[in-house]
């Protein structure tokens, strides 16, 4: 039930027309929050909140410091930042991977990461208070065969999270990784129906795939993703940083 928590709290949300960023957008508007979204396709937002919504393709630096400068320019700060923006790879053997597609995969779920950071931090720096949350992945914690550049992005966000927060915590401003498992999101269920289809299936057989890999047997549904994603940005969460916080059905537990 929403509390008012975020009241008048400035939240940017990157990656926010789909899957996690969405319901975030949902829950964080009814937690009184105003909101300032980005993706690189349109964004909605709630009814009643109050809101800007830019396009923006998160590997371009000038459109992410533009966006950054606008929300100052409305709202004042950025109380909060989550650098959600991210893209998939389709399982394919280090020694076939394109060189292409790794930069691709690398420049939106790494560079993006950093570029959001570097445009977040300077205002939070200087009000001396701030929380900024990054979604990596289960893939950033552990291997796995034939995501190659995956796992190279998301390990990279969890030591940007790392070295930003030890930079930053002195300052007031806190940064945590978000390390979901596979949950039923539209990137989810486009991997979850190629590895279905390999077996004659669909979208719901590799779903049940992938989950058979966890202790609880499923995957993640969205919405205990963003729960934790609001956990970690609730102001009273004050002495949690530089995590990497597993949400994964017990997946990193094997």
Known sequence: MADGRFDNKVVMITGAASGFGAIAVRRFAAEGARLALSDIAAAGTPEGAEAIVDRVDVTDEAQVAAHAVRTIERFG?????INNAGAGQSPTPLQDMSLD?????????ARGVFLGMKYQLPGMIENRAGVILNIASVAGLRGSPQMSAYLAAK???????????????????RVNALCPFFAATPMAEEFAANLGARRGGGV?????????????????RPEE????????????NSYTTGQSIAIDGGKTAI
Request: a neutral charge; charged letters at 20%.
């Open 77 to 81: 700060r950025i109380d909060i930042a």
């Open 101 to 109: 597609t790794f930069e691709r995969v690398l420049a939106i779920n």
């Open 155 to 173: 390990h990279a966000v969890v030591g940007l999270t790392k070295a930003a927060a030890c930079e930053v915590a002195h300052k007031g401003i």
């Open 204 to 220: 719901e057989e590799g779903m049940a795939q992938l989950g058979s890999g966890t202790p609880m047997r499923r995957v993640g």
């Open 225 to 236: 993703i963003v729960q934790a994603m609001l956990w970690l940005c609730d102001p009273v």
